[in-house]
């Protein structure tokens, strides 16, 4: 905890006028992101998951209303203008999507895509900008660069284009680098070849990582932190190793525990939360995961708990106090 | 090893396909489906499915394992009689599903029901949840009156964990989690005995899949039924089922009980699989490190000689080029391997 | 169809909140009900001549609120009739081309292969007869009948709806709802009437709502050309062609079927949208 983190979110709403009342995609998100780090935010469809990491690069849909402040570094990216945002997009920040299909142009070739940014950015060379593309297919190991710049995205196949994307917002050497599910569309193979290339170019470059996801098990693999992500809060963050080990949300204990496991014994049963995720545009009060919890107290019912810092670098929104492990024996 | 003369036969060369097929509700020999795509000026014929072989018998739940690409819907498609097959068998009571045609093929389908991977797309956006569920009824059993029709829907919906309010809702009312509850009424409410789950779980929120796995398989004890479960996630495939079979590009990889699959399995495939399934515990997914299989699933139109998963295979020799694995015994399991032997610990 | 009760509704109640197709609803129903009021009421008729009241303009007095023709005949009364006319042209050649076009393009959708194409081909070869001398040689052959006029368009017209139903159901038959039912054990014309047509029918409706205003608008084309409505009887497209004649003395004559044309060909056309909205099944 020496140096500042270069990306601090505080207080961060992210709502969308409807037809139903405003719906509340993200509420009250305190985050840093450290310096090198691998933050992995999880969190089911809905959480405001994908919502937080657009907001960061100002992405969010026109009619979107954001509250809050996203500090990068000096800069206050909630009031930059498009020219000074558009410095830090790609650039300092850059992004990778879920799915690459659509988010390459299918019209332009690999190595005109790829090396956008620094002839955006850097005024660099066209010779100097297909060597730099070569180089980057290289280190997301991509065979043959010199023919795959000149391919279309059409003609690769699936984890290979998420390759390219990565290659894409990597070639600037951002401070920090936002993955938007980078493996969900792929299949289990190609998903475990992406991970490790997301952690070999992290030990690398030093990039910071933020992965969003909804599989704890992705967030396993690579993360050093894990933000929890519910109904548009955070739930619970902590180290991994922490989070995993001694939950303190009952929704975090109930997700890890209702994921059937490979090298575990074989459960009858598995641990479930009963209900669904509430409809963002209709919160209950208080807490929004209390409709669900096997903990509920009045309480619950009528206060949203704060995220508090319960453990040190172990947050919590939740007023729960004992030990959780209700799940674990009743599933037993 | 198998009682049934014609069976016998059809199993020439490979070894039989699992549980002594006498006792078999379902037996698949030589199964192909192949599609004609369009490919550069013509025609190119894709083998999509390739000569697989399986028994399922009758209460037993039987996952089908690949990536995409590899088959495991195709083959459930194929023994529903949604697409046209190359060639096989597929036994049902006796007679070969594939076979069949007019008034006996609508007969057979009351005993076959499918559920689907995207819950909400499966269910008509203009009819509402009552005469969703009413509909095989009154297909199937035509001379039910309508409040007979009525009560079999309500009992249906209740014993899928949704009430009589929900049955004047339109598909788009409902979340994910309940359209798919909906659509496990659908294929259980004639009382079939054959369900094929296509990747029933894979388009449900992480909260929600819990509740669908576990009404599964409390439905698929409660029923006796024989489920056909196709996914692509091991671990849940590893909860619901009680044999697994692994495809890999149209073909057999591994067929083998759930629990000596994954504790000792005897594909170089099925143990990449394994190893690439992401585990939600940081220790042990870190512990177990190792390097992720290369490549990818070829393009079944450029399916490689001999066997198929030769190019991504880290144990491939020069025999694998050339010859086809045949599926044999090794341990627990039926392989489809030249070098199985030296697979699993 | 039972079972649609509470999809109509839903699709009405959100029919409610588009003001302007609501407005243009309210509007259209409210001509079609004074073209089928008026006439009965006014002591007039359409076609006997005054001669006393030749061209007069819009005056009170005498009950000639909106004046008369060069034949001295009330024009309200005669407009209204042309209301009626047109709206019965456009509605009438819009059900026959809906009836033909759907169940045409349904089965040739649905049942595919070589039906398909056959069906296909016998629509494209309608496609490339020139409507107009044909209808022209209809003129001819039969002599001038509303009648006619309704089978002529609406049999054209069909051409363009079995396309749009063909395309729909393909992509329909591809839907996941569809194989279930497959597995359900539903075939043949079952499926179409239970599952392929009532998911059409919202396209169809909007189409129908846009066709409308199109086949009004090409009657008024045939009336201008002397082909339409034959006189005294008066449809609003003979009304504006025989008002250009006299739009430099009596403009009038010209204004008030123009704006009544106009004014129903926008209604249907935003009636059209605001049903395109309110059918889609997705709550946005």
């Known amino acids: ?332 | 090893m198998n009682s049934a003369l014609p069976i016998r036969a059809l199993d020439s060369g490979s070894a039989g396909a699992g549980a002594d097929a006498a006792d078999a509700l379902l037996t698949v020999r030589q199964l192909s489906v192949n599609y004609r795509v369009a490919y550069r000026r013509g025609h190119a014929l894709l083998r999509a499915v390739n000569a697989v072989s399986f028994d399922l018998a009758r209460g037993e739940t039987l996952g089908l394992v690949g990536e995409s690409g590899s088959g495991k819907s195709t083959i459930a498609r194929a023994l529903l009689r949604l697409v046209p097959t190359a060639s096989g068998v597929a036994l049902f009571h006796g007679t070969d599903l594939l076979q069949l045609s007019g008034a006996r093929l609508q007969a057979m389908r009351r005993h076959l029901q499918l559920i689907f991977q995207d819950p909400l797309a499966s269910l008509d956006p203009r009819m509402n949840i009552g005469d969703i569920l009413g509909e095989p009824l009154r297909v199937f059993e035509p001379r039910l009156s309508r409040p007979q029709r009525l009560q079999r829907v309500l009992d249906m919906t209740r014993a899928v964990g949704l009430g009589s309010e929900h049955l004047h809702r339109f598909a788009h009312e409902f979340s994910g989690g309940q359209a798919q509850r909906i659509g496990i009424a659908r294929a259980l409410i004639i009382e079939p005995e054959l369900i094929v789950c296509d990747e029933p779980l894979s388009a449900l929120d992480v909260s929600i899949k819990s509740q669908i796995s576990n009404l599964l398989k409390d439905l698929q004890r409660r029923l006796q039924l024989s489920l056909l479960f196709i996914s692509h996630d091991l671990a849940s495939v590893r909860f619901s089922c009680d044999r697994v079979l692994v495809l890999y590009l149209g073909r057999v990889m591994e067929i083998a009980g759930c629990d000596a699959l994954f504790k000792s399995c005897r594909h170089p495939y099925t143990r990449a699989l394994i190893r690439a399934a992401p585990i939600p515990d940081p220790v042990a997914a870190r512990a177990r490190r190792t390097a992720p299989l290369e490549g990818e699933i070829p393009s079944p139109l450029f399916a490689p000689s001999g066997c198929v998963f030769r190019t991504r295979c880290p144990m491939a020799i020069d025999r694998c080029t050339r010859e086809v694995p045949l599926l044999r015994l090794v341990g627990d399991s039926q392989v489809a391997c030249h070098r199985a032997e030296e697979v699993g610990e | 169809m039972s079972d649609a009760h509470g999809f109509w509704r839903q699709a009405l109640r959100r029919l409610r909140t588009q003001r302007m197709a609501m407005a243009s609803g309210v509007l259209l129903a409210l001509i079609m009900l004074a073209c089928l009021l008026l006439p009965l009421l006014s002591p007039y008729d359409y076609f006997t001549p005054q001669f006393e009241l030749l061209s007069r303009g819009p005056m009170l007095a005498g009950g000639h609120i909106l004046g008369t023709d060069p034949l001295g005949r009330d024009l309200l009364v005669r407009v209204m009739w042309g209301c009626r006319i047109s709206l019965a042209v456009g509605l009438a050649a819009s059900l026959v081309s809906v009836l033909i076009g759907v169940a045409w393009g349904a089965t040739a959708g649905y049942v595919g292969g070589s039906t398909d194409a056959l069906m296909m081909r016998a629509v494209d070869i309608l496609y490339s007869v020139p409507f107009v001398p044909f209808v022209i040689v209809l003129m001819v052959l039969f002599g001038r009948d509303l009648w006619l006029i309704f089978l002529a368009i609406g049999a054209v017209s069909w051409l363009d709806i079995a396309r749009i139903v063909r395309g729909e159901t393909l992509s329909l038959k591809q839907r996941e709802f569809i194989e279930a039912a497959r597995v359900s054990g539903v075939r043949g014309a079952a499926m179409i009437a239970r599952h392929i047509v009532p998911n059409l029918i919202g396209i169809v409706i909007i189409y129908a709502t846009l066709a409308i205003p199109t086949v009004i608008l090409f009657e008024a084309f045939l009336s201008f050309l002397g082909l339409g409505v034959q006189s005294p009887l008066a449809s609003l497209g003979s009304l504006v062609a025989d008002g250009t004649s006299e739009m430099q003395s009596h403009p009038h004559l010209l204004i008030v079927p123009a704006v009544f044309l106009a004014l129903i060909i926008y209604c249907f056309n935003y009636l059209g949208d605001g049903l395109r909205d309110a059918l889609d099944p997705r709550d946005r």
């Open chain 1, 1 to 332: 905890m020496s140096a500042p983190p270069p990306l601090r979110i505080r207080g961060l709403s992210v709502g969308y006028p409807s037809d139903h009342g405003a719906i509340q995609a993200v509420r009250e998100v305190d985050l840093d992101v450290a310096a090198g780090e691998f933050l992995g935010i999880v969190g089911e469809s809905g959480s405001g998951k994908t919502q937080l990491l657009l907001a960061i690069l100002r992405l969010s849909a026109p009619h979107a209303r954001l509250a809050g402040s996203i500090r990068y570094r000096e800069q206050e990216l909630l009031q930059l203008n498009v020219r000074a945002l558009n410095q830090v997009r790609g650039n300092r920040i850059s992004m990778v999507f879920q799915d690459p299909m659509t988010a390459l142009n299918p019209y332009l070739r690999i190595g005109r895509q790829i090396t956008e940014v620094l002839r955006v950015h850097r005024n660099v060379s066209g010779r100097e900008a297909e060597r730099r593309g070569i180089e980057m297919l290289e280190s997301v190991h991509i065979p043959e660069g010199p023919r795959r710049m000149r391919q279309y995205p059409h003609e690769l196949s699936g984890g290979m284009r998420q390759r390219v994307m990565i290659a894409m917002a990597l070639i600037a050497e951002p401070e920090i680098l936002l993955a938007d599910e980078p493996s969900t569309a792929l299949d289990v193979t190609v998903q475990a070849q992406i991970l490790s290339l997301f952690q070999e170019l992290r030990a690398r470059t030093g990039t910071a990582i933020v992965l969003v996801t909804h599989d704890l098990g992705v967030i396993a693999e690579v993360a050093d932190r894990v933000a929890v992500m519910y109904a548009g809060r955070i739930m619970e963050q902590a180290p991994i190793h922490e989070l995993f080990a001694h939950p303190r949300h009952p929704y975090t204990e109930a997700l890890q525990q209702s994921i059937p496991r490979i090298d575990a014994p074989r459960p009858t049963h598995l641990a479930s939360i009963g209900g669904a995720p509430p409809n963002a545009a209709a919160l209950p009060a208080g807490c929004a995961f209390a409709p669900r919890c096997i903990y509920r107290m009045p309480i619950c019912e009528s206060i949203d708990p704060p995220l508090i810092e319960a453990a040190p670098g172990h947050w919590k929104a939740c007023h729960h106090q004992g030990p959780l492990g209700k799940l674990r024996s009743e599933a037993a």
